[in-house]
């Protein structure tokens, strides 16, 4: 920030403290000021640009936007593209079209989008027809080819990066005009950040009568999404979908940011892509459509998706046309894998049906082991990764029960992350911890903060599959005092909550010594007397502590298994309904 004159150069936001720094006002003077123009702040409370301007105008100062010469951070793994040609000849490679994916808020228009994109490619002769439903197709636009996944969102994929795949090379955020930046649309940010891939913006629905583009730039701006007419380097686009305006300009403006990126592969390369989705069919098999990120598949090629393989019998493009052979950046549907592999496996040409079963025989045998053996990142072994020279920052996802909380604890966060060992925040939001957060961590190798919030039933069961670290805190100085240890390597080992156990409330008696009991069915794992429990009515949590009795028929037992039947009493506690889920866990030291 800088003064030129009477001129102020300020951000897209400030803190009151700072903006008072800069004009050498008490900041007392600027609350009155603020509270005068009806807005309520504090002295660690951060004001959007046009509040500040108005403010610092009574002083005499006019404001204008600070221009922010954007540094690129790099975050997260090399894009999958980049490491599947790390080997090839550089003279070989050639460009090839971009895979685009689109993502953004619910309702913002995403699948409309879509649909205009597909309508405007779709010759005149061809209008009455359906195009094959594959996941994927491409579109032409000034002679060149443009390919789109047709994901169900973000969470699909973070889905696909979490088994090591990356379909997309740009990423188009759908973004209402009418509605802005909403938590879907910061989720879907956070997600396209930690997956490196480059960013553009689709400012849809501009002709609802109530359409804000500027609110809906400030608001990109504060995400570090500057528009390139602010002087940033995210290019924001204009569209409406419903009445098909602006898409050849969103199709040029993803030539040129591809044209910036540089997406290359060699057509005469190994033959390695992605599967975008698979399925079982009654009258044809296994049906999947596989995206090729190097190389030239043909029919009659023996090909390795995952933990399946077989000799591709057919290929067909998204139209459905049979072809004989699809080159880098191509979706094709395909039939002859002899299993159903996941969307996200990679797959690669393999010479012989004998290699292809070594193969997978090996990739069966490694996922048991890495089953039996699963730990991803956390925060005691943060130290010891970085002396192995395995890592140079600590990925975190930082959840708070209000924004008073997530403004200081991202900023405490900001400031250890200035030593050797570098905090990148992936994510920042109010609200409990979702299976998107747990899914995004594991994705990235992130460790999920919590403040004065809990994680879901179906985070924590999806946190103890993956290995993802939740660290729960009431107290920010608590939560600071550990990241700062782990960062120095003096974090002593803590004790950490195992699930062992979770049952459903079938009925509900009345007894003597205990009173209310909740007569319940194991459905996972197994109940123990002297562990700990949580009663979750929907997502609500109901109640927390320690297991009063536990009997099955008449007998008090010490544990009861998957399958079987229990009575379950709980200590000076009797707001017991059918329907109710209950959480057995013991804690641990590690």
């Given at each position: 920030?800088?003064?030129?004159?009477?001129?102020?150069?300020?951000?897209?936001?400030?803190?009151?403290?700072?903006?008072?720094?800069?004009?050498?006002?008490?900041?007392?003077?600027?609350?009155?000021?603020?509270?005068?123009?009806?807005?309520?702040?504090?002295?660690?409370?951060?004001?959007?640009?046009?509040?500040?301007?108005?403010?610092?105008?009574?002083?005499?100062?006019?404001?204008?936007?600070?221009?922010?010469?954007?540094?690129?951070?790099?975050?997260?793994?090399?894009?999958?593209?980049r490491r599947m040609i790390a080997g090839e000849d550089e003279s070989k490679l050639s460009n090839r079209p971009p895979v685009v994916t689109i993502l953004g808020h619910v309702?913002?228009?995403?699948?409309?989008?879509l649909d205009a994109i597909r309508q405007t490619d779709v010759a005149a002769g061809e209008a009455g027809g359906i195009t094959q439903h594959i996941g994927a197709y491409q579109v032409e636009h000034n002679g060149r080819v443009i390919t789109f996944l047709d994901t169900p969102g973000h969470a699909a994929f973070t889905q696909m990066r979490a088994r090591g795949a990356q379909g997309a090379d740009i990423v188009v955020l759908v973004v209402a005009a009418d509605d802005g930046v909403m938590p879907q649309t910061r989720e879907a940010i956070a997600h396209a950040k930690a997956a490196r891939v480059p960013m553009m913006v689709a400012l849809n629905k501009i002709d609802k009568p109530n359409?804000?583009?500027?609110?809906?730039?400030?608001?990109?701006?504060?995400?570090?999404?500057?528009?390139?007419?602010?002087?940033?380097?995210?290019?924001?686009?204009?569209?409406?979908?419903?009445?098909?305006?602006?898409?050849?300009?969103?199709?040029?403006?993803?030539?040129?940011?591809?044209?910036?990126?540089?997406?290359?592969?060699?057509?005469?390369?190994?033959?390695?892509?992605?599967?975008?989705?698979?399925e079982l069919d009654k009258s044809k098999g296994v049906m999947a459509t596989l995206l090729i990120q190097n190389g030239t598949l043909e029919s009659g090629d023996i090909v390795v998706a995952g933990t399946a393989h077989g000799k591709l019998r057919a290929l067909s493009d998204y139209k459905g046309k049979?072809?004989?052979?699809?080159?880098?950046?191509?979706?094709?549907?395909?039939?002859?894998?002899?299993?159903?592999?996941?969307?996200?496996?990679?797959?690669?040409?393999?010479?012989?049906?004998?290699?292809?079963?070594?193969?997978?025989?090996?990739?069966?045998?490694?996922?048991?082991?890495?089953?039996?053996?699963?730990k991803k990142t956390s925060l005691e072994d943060l130290f010891a990764n970085v002396q192995a020279g395995e890592a140079q920052e600590l990925n975190l996802i930082v959840k708070a029960d209000v924004q008073g909380s997530l403004d200081p604890i991202v900023s405490e966060l900001n400031k250890l992350g200035e030593g050797e060992i570098g905090i990148k925040i992936l994510y920042a939001e109010t609200g409990n911890i979702g299976e998107n957060d747990v899914m995004l961590a594991s994705a990235s190798n992130a460790i999920i903060i919590g403040f004065n919030v809990q994680a879901d039933v179906s985070a924590r069961r999806v946190a103890e599959k993956e290995g993802v670290d939740i660290r729960l805190y009431e107290i920010i100085y608590r939560m600071t005092e550990d990241i700062e240890k782990a960062l120095n390597g003096m974090l002593e080992p803590v004790t950490k909550e195992k699930v062992i156990g979770r049952a459903q409330v079938l009925a509900v008696f009345t007894a003597s010594k205990f009173g209310k009991v909740a007569g319940c069915r194991v459905t996972d794992g197994e109940l123990r007397r002297n562990a700990r429990v949580r009663l979750y009515r929907g997502t609500d949590l109901v109640y927390e502590g320690d297991m009063g009795s536990l009997r099955h028929e008449k007998d008090d037992v010490r544990e009861v298994k998957q399958g079987y039947e229990c009575g379950v009493g709980f200590k000076s506690f009797n707001d017991i309904q059918v329907g109710d889920q209950l959480i057995c866990y013991v804690l641990e030291k590690s």
């Open positions: 920030m800088s003064t030129n004159g009477n001129k102020l150069e300020l951000p897209a936001s400030i803190v009151i403290r700072d903006l008072a720094q800069k004009i050498e006002k008490s900041p007392i003077d600027l609350i009155k000021k603020l509270m005068s123009n009806g807005v309520m702040a504090t002295i660690n409370q951060a004001v959007d640009f046009d509040t500040a301007a108005i403010v610092v105008a009574e002083y005499g100062f006019e404001a204008i936007p600070e221009v922010v010469e954007e540094v690129v951070v790099e975050t997260g793994e090399v894009p999958l593209w309702d913002h228009g995403k699948t409309s989008l359409a804000n583009t500027d609110r809906v730039k400030q608001q990109l701006a504060e995400q570090e999404l500057v528009p390139d007419d602010w002087g940033g380097n995210t290019m924001v686009i204009p569209v409406s979908a419903k009445q098909k305006k602006g898409i050849e300009d969103l199709l040029e403006g993803i030539l040129l940011v591809a044209d910036n990126t540089s997406i290359k592969a060699n057509p005469g390369g190994k033959v390695i892509g992605t599967v975008i989705e698979a049979p072809v004989r052979k699809a080159g880098p950046s191509t979706p094709v549907a395909v039939m002859g894998l002899s299993d159903v592999p996941s969307a996200g496996d990679l797959f690669e040409v393999v010479e012989s049906e004998r290699e292809a079963r070594l193969i997978v025989a090996e990739r069966q045998a490694l996922a048991k082991s890495q089953v039996q053996a699963k």
